[in-house]
């Protein structure tokens, strides 16, 4: 007998994907149109070049990064997969409709897919905490809120707070991170009451050649790191110092993770998943204040708090779902309060302190809200009936979703 909880995909799937691809290509077709040619090659090579690595990023480093879990390989790099294309179609026409809402047509620009790479990347770091749960039908609906959600908090932040867009977008992880948990807290406890200890040790179990491959995300993720934090700086000196700044504290934070991890360990052996999530936070924290930070022991610092705080959080939080906090959340938060204090030690012996403080922390403060807020609509929505995800027996497996060549078509 077959499985009843992919009929889902089946039907619902085809129906709901290609009517919405169908949907974007008559937008595409009425309300958008390329830039004019650039002048200048180089800057247009330049560009490309930016985004050839931010895609890398996305669909090898976020792709490969959750491939450690034995029983959900082909969900992380395919369904991954799915979401970049999607969420990027999706993120260029929000851009557009939002930068210029009554100026007729959308105008895309290469910095266009730049910028919509970028926010897509907020949806795959939040389905690694519904990776299993959830069909792709759901995880379909959550990029779209999900992208939604985030164009308008960047919008929000460039129109009202006058955050600059590097800042902006640098509060992808803690937005990320936020509504990643707070959709998965719809999922987790009926999970965790369905399941006796065995299974979920089960549905966690690691194996050895996909960790290795996970590893391989992680390298990508650490290379390109300094671009992504670099990317929407105009300034050359502060493009510089946030080059450097990145790879000091993902260097430190690399030496602090592994040398931790050694001694969490009864017998001082050195745990893979550690690796895989701890030597990022460095990125992550140093992400917002890169640009301002004008010496090296400063971003040294902020790698060696956030190795330390990832791996507390992997070591403590059992859970791989909400392990997204202490790579991408609390590492980021800590990058926040630091580029809060930053400012406002520039403005510190002039009457506007009070109110660069007040508004630096709205713009940190509302990445937050609008995570949770968002995460909330969207678990209210996935934990509907009608998309059919995966039962509790049947969580965290790829026979699920996929037909392997070498089993029976039923699961």
């Given at each position: 007998?077959?499985?009843?909880?992919?009929?889902?995909?089946?039907?619902?799937?085809?129906?709901?994907?290609?009517?919405?691809?169908?949907?974007?290509?008559?937008?595409?077709?009425?309300?958008?149109?390329?830039?004019?040619?650039?002048?200048?090659?180089?800057q247009?090579?330049?560009?490309?070049?930016?985004?050839?690595?931010?895609?890398?990023?996305?669909?090898?480093?976020?792709?490969?990064?959750?491939?450690?879990?034995?029983?959900?390989?082909?969900?992380?790099?395919?369904?991954?997969?799915f979401?970049l294309?999607?969420?990027?179609?999706?993120?260029?026409?929000?851009?557009g409709?939002?930068?210029?809402?009554?100026f007729?047509?959308?105008?895309?620009?290469?910095?266009?897919?730049?910028?919509?790479?970028?926010?897509?990347?907020?949806?795959?770091?939040?389905?690694?905490?519904?990776?299993?749960?959830?069909?792709l039908?759901?995880?379909?609906?959550?990029?779209?809120?999900?992208v939604?959600?985030?164009?308008?908090?960047?919008?929000?932040?460039?129109?009202?707070?006058?955050?600059?867009?590097?800042v902006?977008?640098?509060?992808?992880?803690?937005?990320?991170?936020?509504?990643?948990?707070?959709?998965?807290?719809?999922?987790?406890?009926?999970?965790?009451k369905?399941?006796?200890?065995k299974?979920?040790?089960?549905?966690?179990q690691?194996?050895?050649?996909?960790s290795?491959f996970?590893?391989?995300?992680t390298?990508?993720?650490?290379?390109?790191?300094?671009?992504?934090?670099?990317?929407?700086?105009?300034?050359?000196s502060?493009?510089?110092?946030?080059?450097?700044?990145?790879?000091?504290?993902l260097?430190?934070?690399?030496?602090?993770?592994?040398?931790?991890?050694?001694?969490?360990?009864?017998?001082?052996?050195?745990?893979?998943?550690?690796?895989?999530?701890?030597?990022?936070?460095?990125?992550?924290?140093?992400?917002?204040?890169?640009?301002?930070?004008?010496?090296?022991?400063?971003?040294?610092?902020?790698?060696?708090?956030?190795?330390?705080?990832?791996?507390?959080?992997?070591?403590?939080?059992?859970?791989?779902?909400?392990?997204?906090?202490?790579?991408?959340?609390?590492?980021?938060?800590?990058?926040?309060?630091?580029?809060?204090?930053?400012?406002?030690?520039?403005v510190?012996?002039?009457?506007?302190?009070?109110?660069?403080?007040?508004?630096?922390?709205?713009?940190?403060?509302?990445?937050?809200?609008?995570?949770?807020?968002?995460?909330?609509?969207?678990?209210?929505?996935?934990?509907?009936?009608?998309?059919?995800?995966?039962?509790?027996?049947?969580?965290?497996?790829?026979?699920?979703?996929?037909?392997?060549?070498?089993?029976?078509?039923?699961?």
């Amino acid at each position: 007998m077959g499985s009843k909880y992919p009929r889902s995909v089946r039907y619902y799937l085809p129906l709901w994907a290609l009517t919405l691809e169908t949907a974007l290509i008559l937008i595409f077709t009425f309300f958008a149109s390329y830039d004019i040619p650039l002048s200048d090659r180089e800057q247009f090579m330049g560009t490309y070049q930016v985004l050839q690595d931010f895609t890398i990023m996305a669909a090898l480093g976020l792709g490969f990064l959750p491939l450690s879990l034995r029983r959900l390989a082909w969900s992380s790099v395919g369904f991954n997969f799915f979401l970049l294309a999607l969420g990027v179609q999706w993120a260029i026409l929000l851009d557009g409709v939002l930068d210029q809402p009554f100026f007729g047509k959308v105008i895309i620009k290469l910095s266009s897919l730049q910028l919509a790479t970028m926010s897509a990347m907020a949806v795959l770091i939040s389905a690694g905490t519904v990776l299993g749960k959830t069909n792709l039908v759901q995880l379909m609906v959550m990029a779209l809120v999900e992208v939604t959600a985030f164009g308008t908090m960047r919008w929000i932040n460039k129109q009202f707070l006058m955050v600059d867009e590097h800042v902006g977008m640098m509060y992808i992880h803690v937005f990320a991170a936020c509504f990643g948990l707070t959709v998965a807290w719809y999922f987790l406890k009926p999970l965790c009451k369905g399941l006796d200890k065995k299974a979920q040790r089960e549905r966690v179990q690691m194996a050895t050649i996909p960790s290795l491959f996970a590893m391989l995300g992680t390298l990508f993720l650490w290379i390109f790191w300094p671009r992504f934090n670099s990317a929407l700086l105009n300034i050359p000196s502060e493009k510089k110092n946030a080059v450097f700044n990145t790879y000091y504290a993902l260097a430190v934070s690399t030496v602090t993770a592994t040398s931790m991890s050694a001694l969490a360990h009864p017998q001082g052996k050195i745990n893979m998943i550690h690796i895989h999530n701890a030597v990022l936070a460095g990125g992550v924290a140093v992400g917002t204040p890169c640009h301002l930070l004008s010496s090296p022991w400063l971003a040294m610092v902020l790698g060696l708090m956030a190795g330390l705080i990832s791996i507390c959080g992997a070591k403590c939080l059992h859970v791989p779902e909400i392990q997204v906090l202490s790579t991408f959340g609390v590492p980021g938060l800590l990058g926040g309060f630091v580029y809060i204090v930053l400012m406002a030690l520039q403005v510190y012996s002039t009457p506007q302190i009070g109110y660069q403080v007040l508004n630096d922390t709205g713009a940190l403060s509302l990445a937050v809200v609008m995570g949770m807020a968002s995460g909330l609509l969207t678990g209210m929505l996935l934990d509907l009936n009608i998309w059919r995800a995966p039962h509790g027996d049947k969580d965290s497996d790829d026979q699920t979703f996929w037909k392997f060549p070498h089993l029976a078509d039923e699961f």
